[in-house]
């Protein structure tokens, strides 16, 4: 017999079924209103085994909690209905969420399955824009959701659909997502203006095309902000999903931390697409993505876009360019191989000469490292050349400045500091100034003790940090990659401007 009348002890405290106030748990009817009696009787409202159809979307009054038993491990479409409660919708059911937020309310053990083509464009959890939602919490349920392919368009399919309203000034703060499994969404789970302070932990998303999208306004005031995200796995391992799976789609968002993480998705930890004022965010985790990327963004980085006021900051290694963001400042590692070879005519004297097999530029640096752009900049380079079948290495590390001394002339001075050298094998190494040909800087090798023979194989790693007069915005798109890492001639200009880096010494430019 349904309850009609309680006292309100009973209110505050003791649980109340939704069977008891008409929900069907064999799925036939439909009982939205009957979840919606029980939450206007009971704080508290259980969930009993069974699966219920939800025609319309059940709204969590402040303060109330809908609980059920479901067995967490559990989270394949094939779940028994002994295994928890199902609230479902299909293809006869309405459009909207199964389940809205309010404030203080909580949501446990429940597996929601929103199978309505199109009809999950606002969650299938929402915390509505139109009200204030904090301290709400989602716990140990399940999300299943219909993909449309439709990543940011009218028909996406939302798991958690968070949204704060910038106009109407509510907000999404403090709410906790734990234990949460979303499976077959567009986005897992999705946060727009002023959703800030929420925590995410312990969740798995699974063949989403985008697992996490935040995306702010434009207006730094409602940025997506403070928002921490523990113990996540993201995994999109149908190699048929089209678009290409996406862990983090960033944008006008802050302040925000993922830690702890993993990925197999077959596509792409980050959307570089999409990525605009965000700084300070931070990503610890790994992926287990092919590393390659669009943009010149690598797969694994901390992408601290505008920190400082700096666009970029990364360290490079390997041909490939594979980089990864550690700070601020134009400081860039760069490791390559230099191609080609380099014949040897026992040039113990280490001289440079014009169009000399023995004496090769072995890089440049960025076209805007010239003396006209006025860069100062601190490098250490380490320069490693060994010839063919065991025929010696030769090593030089040397740690060297140049300075510009004034803002409205070119004049500069260049400094070495620091020389270590193993082997006699490289007989010279030079800095170019680009002075003489109004060219840009960079190094030159001169090899020699191996006879007729030659290096096979000359290794550079470069590390520098610059700075100039100009705008500071610009720096890595400027100063990141080398235009030339291959054996060039030595031209006359070149030895004009040559200075020895294998002196230390002090040199007017």
């Known amino acids: 017999m349904a309850l009609t009348k309680v006292s309100n002890s009973l209110q505050d405290s003791a649980a109340v079924s939704v069977i008891d106030y008409g929900a069907d748990p064999l799925g036939v009817a439909d009982s939205t209103s009957a979840f919606t009696s029980a939450l206007a009787v009971s704080k508290l409202v259980l969930v009993p085994n069974g699966k219920y159809r939800i025609n319309g979307t059940i709204t969590l009054p402040t303060g109330c909690v809908l609980y059920g038993n479901m067995i967490s491990g559990e989270y394949y479409p094939t779940l028994a209905p002994d295994m928890g409660p199902k609230l479902f919708k299909d293809a006869s059911s309405t459009n909207g969420p199964i ?8 949501l446990r053990g429940i597996y929601l399955s929103h199978l309505k083509t199109n009809g999950a464009t606002t969650g299938v959890v929402r915390f509505p824009s139109d009200v204030t939602v904090t301290y709400a919490s989602v716990q140990d349920c399940h999300i299943f959701a219909e993909r449309t392919a439709d990543i940011g368009g009218t028909t996406t399919s939302y798991g958690i659909k968070m949204e704060g309203h910038a106009t109407t000034s509510t907000v999404c703060y403090y709410n906790r997502i734990c234990n949460v499994h979303i499976t077959d969404c567009d986005v897992g789970i999705y946060m727009s203006d002023l959703c800030n302070a929420n925590v995410f932990t312990t969740i798995q998303t699974r063949e989403c095309h985008v697992h996490y999208e935040l995306k702010g ?46 990925t197999e998705m077959y596509g792409r930890e980050f959307d570089p697409s999409t990525e605009v004022n965000m700084s300070n965010n931070y990503f610890l985790g790994t992926a287990n993505e092919d590393a390659s990327w669009t943009n010149a963004h690598n797969l694994r980085y901390d992408e601290g876009i505008k920190v400082n006021n700096f666009d970029h900051f990364y360290v490079t290694s390997r041909t490939t360019d594979d980089r990864q963001t550690t700070g601020t400042g134009a400081a860039t590692r760069q490791l390559f191989f230099v191609g080609g070879t380099l014949p040897q005519q026992n040039n113990n004297t280490g001289t440079l000469t014009a169009s000399d097999a023995d004496n090769k530029v072995i890089f440049r640096f960025p076209e805007n490292f010239t003396k006209a752009n006025k860069p100062s900049f601190f490098a250490k380079l380490r320069v490693f050349a060994y010839g063919p079948e065991g025929n010696g290495m030769g090593m030089v590390e040397v740690h060297f400045g140049y300075s510009v001394r004034n803002e409205t002339s070119s004049a500069g001075s260049f400094e070495v500091f620091e020389v270590n050298q193993i082997g006699d094998e490289i007989t010279g190494l030079y800095f170019l100034t680009g002075v003489a040909a109004v060219d840009e800087m960079g190094v030159a090798l001169v090899g020699g003790n191996y006879g007729a023979l030659s290096f096979v194989n000359i290794r550079c790693d470069l590390e520098y940090t610059v700075f100039d007069f100009g705008s500071d915005s610009a720096f890595f798109s400027k100063y990141t990659d080398l235009t030339s890492t291959t054996t060039a001639d030595v031209t006359a200009n070149d030895v004009t401007d040559a200075i020895s880096l294998l002196t230390v010494a002090t040199t007017s430019v």
């Open 99 to 106: 389940i809205t937020m309010g404030q203080s309310t909580g």
């Open 217 to 262: 306004q434009t207006v730094s005031a409602y940025d997506v902000i403070e928002n921490t995200f523990t113990s996540l796995g993201l995994f999109s391992i149908l190699s048929t999903l089209s678009p290409d799976p996406v862990g983090f789609k960033i944008s006008n968002a802050s302040g925000n931390n993922f830690i702890g993480y993993a």
